[in-house]
């Protein structure tokens, strides 16, 4: 298996633009995670989905931020409009099962806004 | 609520030892301990689940001591590979709280 797949790995914007991040989880895994990666805040999970519906969205920081899965093999952040405050590494992971399973990461999209 | 790892950085020279230590404030039922290389994207080593359960990964072990609400992440005759930022997390799968992540240099 490819494992998770993240894309573009770079994104650079403006302030105020659209971006949309993509993930493609592992075939089969029916747990799909959300992160965000800064300096000053570590690892936060975002939102995660159970067999593609969205289950707890507590940690997306603002109604800018957006996140859909319209299939078992397909997911998008989006954040519009964008602010320089979102500039970070966000990771997307997925999982087997809730059950003490592992979580595997993609390659994480590093997103500057400017 | 974030679990809190010590040290927040160790260097060491190859063949050395090191403890990083993971503690919380809640009772913990199990711990993820994970390692991120610079630029590339956390890697799983191994999952505790049970109070005073030891696990193993190349030269890496882990104990959980659940009455303390601690584990701790032994780093055994270091090797340049280890060298990396190791995150312990805590909590179901579905709400895993990382902890600040310890930075590891290894040195020839």
């Known amino acids: 298996d490819a494992g998770v797949i993240q894309s573009p790995r770079h994104e650079v914007t403006e302030m105020g633009q659209e971006v949309t991040l993509r993930c493609k989880p592992i075939?089969?895994?029916?747990?799909l995670f959300w992160y965000r990666q800064t300096m000053m805040r570590g690892l936060e999970l975002l939102i995660y989905?159970?067999?593609?519906?969205?289950?707890?969205d507590s940690g997306m920081p603002e109604d800018r931020f957006s996140a859909k899965m319209p299939n078992a093999s397909f997911s998008t952040l989006k954040i519009q409009p964008s602010e320089p405050r979102d500039s970070a590494v966000y990771f997307c992971?997925?999982?087997?099962?809730?059950?003490?399973?592992?979580?595997?990461f993609g390659s994480g999209t590093q997103l500057s806004v400017l | 609520q974030q679990p809190v790892q010590s040290p927040q950085a160790v260097i060491l020279r190859e063949g050395e030892d090191a403890v990083i230590n993971c503690s919380s404030s809640?009772?913990?039922?199990?711990v993820h301990w994970y390692r991120q290389k610079h630029g590339e994207a956390p890697v799983f080593l191994m999952i505790?689940?049970?109070?005073?359960e030891q696990k193993g990964h190349e030269k890496i072990s882990a104990s959980f001591n659940e009455k303390k609400q601690q584990s701790s992440l032994y780093l055994t005759a270091s090797q340049l590979s280890y060298s990396g930022t190791y995150f312990c997390?805590?909590?179901?799968?579905?709400?895993?709280?990382f902890g600040a992540g310890t930075q590891v240099v290894v040195t020839p």
């Open positions: 997390g805590t909590g179901p799968l579905e709400e895993l709280q």
């Open positions: 989905f159970n067999n593609n519906v969205p289950i707890d």
């Open positions: 809640k009772a913990l039922y199990s």
């Open positions: 505790l689940l049970k109070g005073g």
């Open positions: 075939s089969g895994h029916d747990y």
């Open positions: 992971a997925s999982s087997f099962s809730s059950s003490n399973e592992k979580l595997f």
